[in-house]
Protein backbone atom coordinates (compact mmCIF):
# COMPACT_ATOMS: atom_id res chain seq x y z
CA UNK A 1 0.00 0.00 0.00
CA UNK A 2 1.11 3.10 -1.14
CA UNK A 3 1.07 6.36 1.73
CA UNK A 4 -0.24 8.99 -0.60
CA UNK A 5 -3.85 9.76 -1.11
CA UNK A 6 -5.43 9.80 -5.08
CA UNK A 7 -7.95 10.51 -6.35
CA UNK A 8 -7.12 13.95 -4.41
CA UNK A 9 -10.30 15.52 -3.74
CA UNK A 10 -9.49 19.20 -3.13
CA UNK A 11 -6.72 21.60 -3.45
CA UNK A 12 -4.85 23.62 -0.90
CA UNK A 13 -4.28 26.87 -2.70
CA UNK A 14 -6.48 29.02 -0.60
CA UNK A 15 -5.90 26.81 2.47
CA UNK A 16 -3.78 27.60 5.45
CA UNK A 17 -2.25 24.80 5.23
CA UNK A 18 1.66 25.97 5.55
CA UNK A 19 2.01 24.91 1.83
CA UNK A 20 1.91 27.93 -0.01
CA UNK A 21 4.24 30.85 -0.02
CA UNK A 22 1.91 33.16 -0.71
CA UNK A 23 -0.58 31.89 2.04
CA UNK A 24 2.29 32.73 4.45
CA UNK A 25 3.42 35.72 6.81
CA UNK A 26 6.90 37.03 7.28
CA UNK A 27 6.96 34.74 10.53
CA UNK A 28 5.56 31.77 8.62
CA UNK A 29 8.32 31.49 6.66
CA UNK A 30 10.91 32.93 9.07
CA UNK A 31 10.14 29.66 11.05
CA UNK A 32 10.08 27.28 7.48
CA UNK A 33 13.33 28.47 6.11
CA UNK A 34 15.07 27.54 9.55
CA UNK A 35 13.52 23.63 8.70
CA UNK A 36 13.87 23.42 4.67
CA UNK A 37 14.48 25.90 2.64
CA UNK A 38 13.36 24.29 -0.94
CA UNK A 39 10.94 25.48 -2.41
CA UNK A 40 8.53 23.79 -4.86
CA UNK A 41 7.82 26.28 -7.96
CA UNK A 42 4.83 25.05 -9.90
CA UNK A 43 5.24 26.44 -13.86
CA UNK A 44 1.51 25.40 -15.63
CA UNK A 45 -0.29 26.74 -18.64
CA UNK A 46 -3.66 27.62 -19.48
CA UNK A 47 -4.31 25.53 -22.66
CA UNK A 48 -6.91 24.56 -24.69
CA UNK A 49 -7.49 20.62 -23.23
CA UNK A 50 -10.91 20.03 -24.63
CA UNK A 51 -14.29 19.62 -23.40
CA UNK A 52 -13.44 17.21 -20.72
CA UNK A 53 -10.59 18.92 -18.68
CA UNK A 54 -10.32 22.30 -17.86
CA UNK A 55 -7.89 25.21 -19.33
CA UNK A 56 -5.53 24.84 -16.33
CA UNK A 57 -5.32 21.20 -16.32
CA UNK A 58 -1.12 21.67 -16.79
CA UNK A 59 -0.91 23.74 -13.82
CA UNK A 60 -3.74 21.68 -11.73
CA UNK A 61 -1.49 18.58 -12.43
CA UNK A 62 1.61 20.05 -10.67
CA UNK A 63 -0.19 21.83 -7.91
CA UNK A 64 -1.92 18.31 -6.76
CA UNK A 65 2.10 16.66 -6.89
CA UNK A 66 3.48 19.76 -5.13
CA UNK A 67 0.97 19.77 -2.42
CA UNK A 68 1.33 16.35 -1.41
CA UNK A 69 5.50 16.39 -1.65
CA UNK A 70 5.40 19.37 0.67
CA UNK A 71 3.00 17.83 3.20
CA UNK A 72 5.42 14.66 3.62
CA UNK A 73 8.76 16.50 3.67
CA UNK A 74 8.23 19.97 5.14
CA UNK A 75 9.22 22.05 2.05
CA UNK A 76 7.23 25.36 0.27
CA UNK A 77 5.22 25.37 -2.57
CA UNK A 78 4.98 28.89 -4.49
CA UNK A 79 1.83 29.74 -6.47
CA UNK A 80 1.78 28.59 -9.55
CA UNK A 81 2.70 30.33 -13.05
CA UNK A 82 -0.54 29.94 -14.53
CA UNK A 83 0.21 31.36 -17.84
CA UNK A 84 3.03 29.37 -20.23
CA UNK A 85 4.69 29.18 -23.21
CA UNK A 86 3.28 27.29 -25.90
CA UNK A 87 4.96 24.93 -29.18
CA UNK A 88 4.58 26.35 -32.86
CA UNK A 89 1.39 23.81 -33.72
CA UNK A 90 -0.37 25.32 -31.09
CA UNK A 91 -0.33 29.02 -32.01
CA UNK A 92 -3.79 30.04 -32.67
CA UNK A 93 -5.80 27.87 -30.86
CA UNK A 94 -8.63 29.65 -28.97
CA UNK A 95 -8.69 29.01 -25.15
CA UNK A 96 -4.71 28.66 -25.03
CA UNK A 97 -3.18 31.76 -23.53
CA UNK A 98 0.23 32.27 -25.27
CA UNK A 99 3.45 33.89 -24.04
CA UNK A 100 6.41 34.50 -25.53
CA UNK A 101 9.27 32.46 -24.49
CA UNK A 102 11.28 35.35 -23.83
CA UNK A 103 9.38 36.59 -21.92
CA UNK A 104 8.42 33.98 -20.00
CA UNK A 105 12.37 32.58 -19.55
CA UNK A 106 12.82 36.22 -17.82
CA UNK A 107 9.71 36.32 -15.71
CA UNK A 108 10.89 32.89 -13.91
CA UNK A 109 14.63 33.91 -14.16
CA UNK A 110 13.35 37.06 -11.97
CA UNK A 111 11.17 35.04 -9.69
CA UNK A 112 14.40 32.96 -8.92
CA UNK A 113 16.22 35.97 -7.76
CA UNK A 114 13.26 36.89 -5.68
CA UNK A 115 12.97 33.76 -3.54
CA UNK A 116 16.76 33.59 -3.42
CA UNK A 117 17.14 36.88 -1.63
CA UNK A 118 14.24 35.90 0.80
CA UNK A 119 15.63 32.60 1.77
CA UNK A 120 14.51 29.59 -0.56
CA UNK A 121 17.60 28.71 -2.05
CA UNK A 122 17.14 25.46 -3.58
CA UNK A 123 14.40 25.37 -6.21
CA UNK A 124 12.48 22.87 -7.98
CA UNK A 125 10.55 23.98 -11.22
CA UNK A 126 8.02 21.26 -11.89
CA UNK A 127 6.31 21.02 -15.13
CA UNK A 128 4.05 18.58 -17.17
CA UNK A 129 3.82 21.14 -19.72
CA UNK A 130 5.63 21.34 -23.37
CA UNK A 131 7.52 24.26 -22.09
CA UNK A 132 10.74 22.43 -22.09
CA UNK A 133 12.56 24.62 -24.14
CA UNK A 134 12.38 27.42 -22.12
CA UNK A 135 13.15 26.74 -18.49
CA UNK A 136 16.50 25.70 -18.68
CA UNK A 137 16.35 29.46 -20.14
CA UNK A 138 15.54 30.79 -17.23
CA UNK A 139 17.60 28.98 -14.75
CA UNK A 140 20.79 29.67 -17.11
CA UNK A 141 19.78 33.18 -17.16
CA UNK A 142 19.34 33.34 -13.65
CA UNK A 143 23.15 31.70 -13.24
CA UNK A 144 24.64 33.86 -15.12
CA UNK A 145 23.30 37.31 -13.95
CA UNK A 146 23.34 36.52 -10.56
CA UNK A 147 26.40 33.53 -9.35
CA UNK A 148 25.10 33.21 -6.34
CA UNK A 149 25.50 29.65 -4.82
CA UNK A 150 22.38 27.61 -4.69
CA UNK A 151 20.27 24.58 -6.03
CA UNK A 152 17.85 25.30 -9.39
CA UNK A 153 16.51 22.07 -10.12
CA UNK A 154 13.70 21.82 -13.32
CA UNK A 155 11.79 18.61 -13.05
CA UNK A 156 9.56 17.66 -16.12
CA UNK A 157 7.44 15.60 -14.05
CA UNK A 158 6.11 13.24 -16.61
CA UNK A 159 9.76 11.80 -17.00
CA UNK A 160 9.51 10.68 -13.45
CA UNK A 161 6.82 8.45 -13.60
CA UNK A 162 8.67 5.19 -14.62
CA UNK A 163 9.67 2.63 -11.89
CA UNK A 164 12.83 3.60 -10.68
CA UNK A 165 14.35 0.23 -10.73
CA UNK A 166 13.91 -1.11 -14.63
CA UNK A 167 13.80 2.47 -15.42
CA UNK A 168 10.15 1.21 -16.92
CA UNK A 169 8.01 4.19 -18.19
CA UNK A 170 4.47 3.97 -16.72
CA UNK A 171 3.24 5.94 -19.45
CA UNK A 172 3.92 2.86 -22.35
CA UNK A 173 1.33 1.77 -24.30
CA UNK A 174 0.07 -1.95 -24.22
CA UNK A 175 1.93 -2.89 -27.11
CA UNK A 176 5.06 -2.58 -25.42
CA UNK A 177 3.95 -4.03 -21.95
CA UNK A 178 2.61 -0.86 -20.49
CA UNK A 179 -1.05 0.19 -19.49
CA UNK A 180 -2.56 2.64 -22.42
CA UNK A 181 -3.96 1.74 -25.40
CA UNK A 182 -2.53 4.90 -27.25
CA UNK A 183 0.46 6.84 -26.49
CA UNK A 184 0.59 10.47 -24.91
CA UNK A 185 0.42 13.36 -27.06
CA UNK A 186 -1.93 15.84 -25.20
CA UNK A 187 -5.60 15.97 -23.75
CA UNK A 188 -5.70 11.96 -24.38
CA UNK A 189 -6.24 9.17 -22.48
CA UNK A 190 -2.74 9.47 -20.43
CA UNK A 191 -2.82 12.79 -19.57
CA UNK A 192 -6.72 12.61 -18.74
CA UNK A 193 -5.88 9.85 -16.95
CA UNK A 194 -3.32 11.61 -14.65
CA UNK A 195 -6.14 14.53 -14.27
CA UNK A 196 -9.16 12.57 -12.74
CA UNK A 197 -6.72 11.16 -10.58
CA UNK A 198 -5.46 14.15 -9.52
CA UNK A 199 -8.34 16.99 -9.92
CA UNK A 200 -11.53 14.77 -10.94
CA UNK A 201 -13.43 17.18 -9.64
CA UNK A 202 -12.72 19.69 -12.68
CA UNK A 203 -12.82 16.65 -15.01
CA UNK A 204 -15.88 16.37 -17.26
CA UNK A 205 -15.27 12.75 -18.65
CA UNK A 206 -18.66 12.37 -20.55
CA UNK A 207 -17.95 15.48 -22.28
CA UNK A 208 -14.52 13.90 -23.46
CA UNK A 209 -13.86 13.58 -27.65
CA UNK A 210 -11.27 11.97 -29.27
CA UNK A 211 -9.36 13.07 -32.25
CA UNK A 212 -6.58 11.56 -34.23
CA UNK A 213 -2.87 12.87 -34.11
CA UNK A 214 -1.80 14.77 -36.98
CA UNK A 215 1.76 13.49 -38.13
CA UNK A 216 3.84 15.37 -41.31
CA UNK A 217 6.72 12.52 -40.74
CA UNK A 218 6.97 9.19 -40.48
CA UNK A 219 7.22 7.27 -37.37
CA UNK A 220 9.65 6.56 -34.83
CA UNK A 221 12.17 10.09 -35.58
CA UNK A 222 10.11 12.65 -33.35
CA UNK A 223 9.70 11.40 -29.96
CA UNK A 224 6.30 12.34 -28.00
CA UNK A 225 5.51 14.62 -25.49
CA UNK A 226 6.55 12.34 -22.10
CA UNK A 227 9.75 11.43 -24.35
CA UNK A 228 8.48 8.34 -23.74
CA UNK A 229 7.88 6.82 -27.11
CA UNK A 230 10.39 6.00 -30.04
CA UNK A 231 13.21 8.61 -32.03
CA UNK A 232 16.19 10.44 -30.37
CA UNK A 233 14.35 13.99 -31.75
CA UNK A 234 12.69 15.26 -29.10
CA UNK A 235 9.40 16.65 -30.10
CA UNK A 236 9.95 20.50 -29.38
CA UNK A 237 13.18 19.80 -30.94
CA UNK A 238 10.91 19.76 -34.48
CA UNK A 239 9.13 22.27 -37.08
CA UNK A 240 6.97 21.02 -39.51
CA UNK A 241 6.72 17.36 -38.12
CA UNK A 242 3.18 18.00 -37.06
CA UNK A 243 0.12 19.68 -38.26
CA UNK A 244 -1.23 22.72 -36.20
CA UNK A 245 -3.85 22.47 -33.75
CA UNK A 246 -6.43 24.72 -34.82
CA UNK A 247 -6.37 23.38 -38.18
CA UNK A 248 -6.02 19.53 -37.69
CA UNK A 249 -8.02 19.17 -34.24
CA UNK A 250 -9.58 21.75 -33.05
CA UNK A 251 -11.28 19.71 -30.51
CA UNK A 252 -8.28 20.79 -28.19
CA UNK A 253 -7.23 17.37 -28.04
CA UNK A 254 -4.91 15.05 -29.45
CA UNK A 255 -5.73 11.18 -28.73
CA UNK A 256 -8.48 9.75 -27.34
CA UNK A 257 -9.37 11.22 -23.14
CA UNK A 258 -12.44 8.79 -23.71
CA UNK A 259 -10.23 5.95 -23.00
CA UNK A 260 -9.09 7.12 -19.86
CA UNK A 261 -9.10 5.88 -16.47
CA UNK A 262 -7.73 7.13 -13.47
CA UNK A 263 -6.39 4.07 -11.82
CA UNK A 264 -3.77 3.42 -14.42
CA UNK A 265 -2.62 7.15 -13.34
CA UNK A 266 -1.64 5.40 -9.93
CA UNK A 267 1.26 3.44 -11.15
CA UNK A 268 2.83 6.50 -12.72
CA UNK A 269 1.77 9.18 -10.09
CA UNK A 270 2.91 7.08 -6.81
CA UNK A 271 6.67 6.85 -8.89
CA UNK A 272 6.64 10.76 -9.49
CA UNK A 273 5.59 11.58 -5.77
CA UNK A 274 8.19 8.89 -4.44
CA UNK A 275 10.70 10.82 -6.53
CA UNK A 276 10.55 14.47 -5.50
CA UNK A 277 10.01 13.40 -1.78
CA UNK A 278 13.03 12.03 -2.51
CA UNK A 279 14.62 14.77 -4.72
CA UNK A 280 13.76 17.11 -1.70
CA UNK A 281 15.02 15.47 0.91
CA UNK A 282 18.52 14.26 -0.68
CA UNK A 283 18.73 18.38 -0.98
CA UNK A 284 18.14 18.93 2.48
CA UNK A 285 20.04 16.24 3.33
CA UNK A 286 23.16 17.15 1.51
CA UNK A 287 22.97 20.96 2.24
CA UNK A 288 20.21 21.11 5.51
CA UNK A 289 18.48 24.24 5.57
CA UNK A 290 20.51 27.68 5.46
CA UNK A 291 23.58 25.44 3.85
CA UNK A 292 24.21 26.16 0.19
CA UNK A 293 26.82 24.14 -1.89
CA UNK A 294 30.03 25.32 -1.75
CA UNK A 295 30.47 29.20 -2.94
CA UNK A 296 34.15 28.97 -3.73
CA UNK A 297 33.04 26.40 -6.47
CA UNK A 298 30.14 28.18 -7.87
CA UNK A 299 31.13 31.59 -8.11
CA UNK A 300 34.56 33.74 -8.07
CA UNK A 301 32.63 36.63 -7.07
CA UNK A 302 34.60 38.65 -3.98
CA UNK A 303 33.69 36.35 -0.34
CA UNK A 304 32.85 39.38 0.73
CA UNK A 305 30.23 40.50 -2.26
CA UNK A 306 28.96 36.73 -1.50
CA UNK A 307 28.58 36.66 2.36
CA UNK A 308 26.68 40.01 2.59
CA UNK A 309 23.97 38.76 0.21
CA UNK A 310 23.78 35.50 1.66
CA UNK A 311 23.15 37.39 4.79
CA UNK A 312 20.56 39.91 3.52
CA UNK A 313 19.48 43.16 3.55
CA UNK A 314 17.77 42.40 6.84
CA UNK A 315 20.41 40.59 8.75
CA UNK A 316 23.87 43.03 8.19
CA UNK A 317 24.14 42.20 4.62
CA UNK A 318 23.01 43.60 0.77
CA UNK A 319 20.38 41.97 -1.28
CA UNK A 320 20.95 40.06 -4.39
CA UNK A 321 19.82 43.14 -6.59
CA UNK A 322 22.71 45.14 -5.24
CA UNK A 323 24.95 42.26 -7.69
CA UNK A 324 22.64 42.45 -10.64
CA UNK A 325 18.76 43.48 -11.81
ZN1 LIG B 1 -1.78 19.41 -20.79
Same mark, same amino acid.
Given at each position: ???????? &??????????????? %??? !???? $??????? #??????? !??E?HG??? =?? @?ED????????? &??? /???????? &????????P?HH??? =? @?????? $??????? /?????? @??????? +?? %?? #???GHG &????? *??????????????????????W???????? /????L?T??????YETPFIHADEVEQSY????????? +??????ATKPAP???S??INNSAESGEG??KWY?A??SVG %?E??CS?EGVIGDP?KA????????? $??????? $?? /????????? =????? =????? %???? !?????????? @? *?????????????
Open positions: MSKWKFPV &QKGLMEKNAGVYYQN %MTS !SDVE $ERLKKND #VILIPVG !STNAGA =PY @GTYLDTRICE &QIA /LATGCTVA &QPVWYGSHYLGM =P @GTIMIP $EEILADY /LCYMFA @GFWNTGF +RK %MI #VVN &QDYVI *PLAIHKFGKKFQVPGVILYLHFNAARNPNT /LFSDEKDKGGIARALFPELC +RPEESVLLPGNPINYG %MCIPKDPEHARAGI $EHVLDYL $EK /LVNDIIKTY =PAGKL =PPAEK %MTQR !SKEEIDAVIK @G *PTHGGRHIYTIAY
